[in-house]
């Protein structure tokens, strides 16, 4: 959510879904649609922001953050 958050504006965000691979008639019908939690569980931006391509990123998953951070006994 955060990084559909940084595109700002629907222009923005139909040309970089665009460039992470989904069709342009989807794109563009995701990118002006309403609600930014309702839009990220849309299937077209859980294909192109998924966690391998986040992982690539360098970023790491909360899960991940969190097992490291635990302290078990």
Known sequence: ????????????????????????????????????????KSSDVQQAIDNKRLASFGLISMLDYYTEKSVTC
């Open 1 to 40: 959510m955060c990084i559909w958050k940084q595109w700002k504006t629907p222009q923005n965000r139909a040309k970089n879904l665009m460039k992470l691979g989904v069709p342009k008639w989807a794109a563009r019908r995701t990118s002006y649609a309403k609600g930014y939690a309702r839009v990220c």
